[in-house]
């Protein structure tokens, strides 16, 4: 089955406490992105990758790093999370960037205390 | 100032009724995408319009981008409750080297009454 995932797909942690959300696809997709949902505002785009080894900033990068060592791996690591990070995140990916379809995994709620 | 506004913010409505949701800016876009996403689920695609007053109809939904590239409704008749979710439209800028980059409204959340 064609899919995105993402773990874990909860998780609480105090500021300051290092942490990676994973995202995986089995679509052979060269394009990845993250996005965190806030109440009234949407998805906001934090970083992309057009394809391995390229990566790029969305409209909110600030505190969040991102790698691209894999075609079908695109962790998203939080180097000293802090409160104001508390989100739902979701990755997605697709064929060739924001064109063509975007799947969605299925969120990563992140509570920081 | 938000890229993307969508209109209204909440709707509720009873089974059966007709709705519009919209999606305006002032930027012109290259393409413009509706997503639909529900309760504890990521976004799904329902359409992707590319064409200055392009129309495309999904079921009993109604998508039209407008002809200046700039704004997109949709529209749904005869509202089911199963049609109930968040709907979000998104864009990716036209020109410049960000093709990588989307931007969604802040979406419209629809509730459908039985």
């Known amino acids: 089955e064609a899919q995105v995932t993402q773990n874990p797909r909860y998780l609480i942690t105090v500021t300051g406490k290092k942490l990676t959300v994973t995202c995986s696809q089995n679509?052979?997709?060269?394009?990845m992105s993250w996005y965190r949902q806030d109440p009234g505002l949407g998805l906001r785009q934090i970083y992309y990758?057009?394809?391995?080894?390229?990566?790029d900033k969305g409209d909110v990068p600030e505190g969040y790093k991102v790698s691209r060592k894999e075609k079908r791996n695109f962790p998203l690591i939080l180097e000293s999370p802090s409160p104001n990070q508390t989100s739902l995140y979701f990755c997605?990916?697709?064929?060739?960037?924001?064109?063509?379809?975007?799947?969605f995994g299925p969120g990563t709620r992140l509570t920081v205390t | 100032t938000q890229l993307l506004e969508q209109s209204p913010q909440f709707l509720s409505i009873q089974e059966g009724e007709n709705l519009t949701v919209y999606c305006n800016s002032s930027s012109v876009f290259s393409s413009l995408q509706w997503y639909r996403q529900e309760p504890g689920e990521g976004p799904v695609l329902l359409v992707t319009?590319?064409?200055?007053?392009e129309v495309k109809k999904l079921k009993r939904l109604t998508f039209q981008f407008g002809d200046a590239r700039k704004d997109s409704s949709l529209h749904i008749t005869a509202a089911q409750p199963g049609d109930t979710g968040l709907y979000l439209c998104?864009?990716?800028?036209?020109?410049?080297?960000?093709?990588?980059?989307?931007?969604f409204g802040q979406g419209t959340i629809l509730t459908v009454h039985p």
């Open positions: 997605a990916s697709s064929f060739g960037g924001t064109i063509y379809e975007q799947y």
């Open positions: 319009v590319v064409t200055g007053g």
């Open positions: 679509m052979n997709h060269e394009y």
């Open positions: 990758s057009m394809n391995v080894e390229v990566t």
């Open positions: 998104a864009v990716q800028l036209r020109g410049g080297t960000s093709y990588g980059k989307l931007t």
